[in-house]
């Protein structure tokens, strides 16, 4: 045997405590290359190093102590090979998970910091081009339910088309603001770079909108409704048409509830005098 090397030493280079040692020892996972018969003492050789940091690289990719000892007894080249193409693909799985949430930790944090910045709330006129869009009506009355199914209808349509964004919009009939119903939502949709040729696609022309962002959770918007047509009415302009609430899918809680990021448009004219 080449140079022995005492628990203590090994546990220090390894930066795993003597006890996770023993106790690797003691179920068989990892022994040391000889044990002094008189003094008790475990000592291990240089070729046993590599073994010992794989072991390590297993139990940081979460892999349980059971496992890890599967796979130490493997009886062939070929069992080793399928047991850990196996786990890697578990892993891959698990990691593109931690992916798909770190992305959406994220948007959150994106959102958040948006919402927080409040230079940019007050009401203003844009003007917009003709768009494609793809769009869904929503049976009335609208509520949270049927909203709720018509959005993943959306969702899967999106995806069925590999659209790329999570940028969408509603839009509410003049007729239900004018009464105050700026829930009454009236179909839900997103745009599209090109024309789809989808059976829900629809054509949004543009033109002068008046706009305003709301910042703050959605039982409140009513009042940025009321700012935006107040700035409309004493600006010489006539709303034409439906509203456009354009918003991402992102969601965030604001203590006093929950809310997002809504970009509400009129198209508006001016008034005939």
Known sequence: MKKKYKINDIASFFKISRQTLIYYDNIGLFK????????????YGEEQFSNLRFILTLKEAEFSLKE??????????EESLDYLEEKKRLLDLKVKKMIESNTKISR???EIKKMIKKDDIEPQMIYFESMEAIVIQIEKPCDYLKYDKTFS????????????????????????????????????????????NHN????????WFASIMHKDTWDTIEDS?????????????????????????????????????????????????
Do not use: W
């Open 32 to 43: 040391p290359k000889f044990v002094d018969s008189e003094t008790s003492y475990r000592y």
């Open 68 to 77: 890890i000892k599967e796979y130490t007894k493997s009886r062939s080249p």
């Open 108 to 110: 959150k944090i994106s």
């Open 153 to 196: 209808d959306l969702m899967e349509i999106r995806k069925e088309l590999k659209i790329q964004g999570n940028d969408y919009f509603v839009r509410i009939s003049k007729e239900e603001i004018a009464l105050g119903n700026t829930t009454e939502v009236k179909t839900i949709g997103f745009f599209t770079p090109t024309n789809s």
């Open 200 to 207: 829900n696609n629809l054509k949004i022309q543009g033109g």
């Open 225 to 273: 409704y009321k700012k935006l047509l107040g700035y409309v009415e004493d600006n010489g302009y006539e709303v034409i048409g439906d509203s456009i609430e354009i918003f991402n899918e992102v969601i965030v809680h604001l203590g006093k509830g929950e809310g997002s990021t809504i970009q509400i448009t009129f198209p508006v004219k001016y008034r005939k005098k």
